[in-house]
């Protein structure tokens, strides 16, 4: 996604919107940017990123990361990882078997992930979650952050339900499901840059999982 594509993106959004209009003018200009891997490798990423602090994340991903010559992180090599490889870098037992669950799927459908970014999202999100260990917040992850879809709502993330609570209630819950569709529904078709302005509402772009993956 381009500079003009962030200005268009924000000029719906301010007239669509009075409260994210006033974010907006708080936070600037959008400056998200892709994750710059290949598909495999921004699933594993997702994997890692499940339900940590980024930082933590970070630190794991690039620890994994090093221990196979990567990023890009090779499928083959992460394959012949041990137990004991993967808990040096700090992997948990769950997060193994969901990375063991994310080779053996890009083993069996190289051609899935080859094209997985032409795809439309509800396809993804079949084929993704279909993998043990990822569920709807991951694939949102992988739809944001790794193949810039620009409509994406992770109705699961945390991040997002504490800033709609904040910004526009109710007070003393976080927002269902249905309300937080109602309230993105005039943020069409850029649904995506729209919450990347609400992870920043909160002092900073730190998506945080909800339950399962």
């Known amino acids: ?9 924000r000029r719906h959004l301010s007239r ?3 409260v994210l ?28 990123y499940q339900q940590i602090s980024t930082k933590a994340a970070k630190s794991v991903f690039d620890r994994l990361a090093a221990r196979v010559g990567g ?9 012949r990882l041990t137990e004991d490889d993967f808990r040096a870098c700090g992997v948990s037992g769950p997060k193994q078997r969901a990375l063991r669950a994310v080779i053996d799927y890009a083993d069996a459908n190289p051609g899935v992930l080859a094209r997985i970014a032409d795809l439309e999202e509800e396809a993804i999100h079949g084929h993704l979650t279909a ?13 944001m952050f790794g193949i810039s879809k620009p409509d994406v709502l992770p109705v699961g993330d945390l991040g997002i339900k504490a800033a709609m ?16 569709i109602a309230i993105a529904e005039p943020w069409r078709p850029y649904r995506t ?9 909160l002092g900073g772009v730190v998506p945080q999982s909800g339950q399962g993956g």
């Open 16 to 18: 669509r919107d009075p």
């Open 165 to 180: 609570r904040k910004l526009y209630g109710p007070d003393d819950r976080y927002p269902t499901k249905d309300e937080m």
């Open 21 to 48: 209009k006033a974010v907006i003018k708080q936070v600037g200009p959008c400056t998200l940017t892709p994750i710059p891997h290949d598909p495999f490798t921004i699933l594993v990423r997702c994997v890692i």
């Open 1 to 9: 996604m381009s500079t003009p594509f962030y200005q268009k993106a």
């Open 193 to 201: 840059v729209a919450c990347w302005y609400l992870w920043r509402s």
């Open 71 to 79: 990023p890009p992180i090779p499928a083959a090599a992460l394959g």
């Open 131 to 143: 993998i043990k260990g990822i569920g709807p917040w991951s694939v949102d992850m992988f739809l």
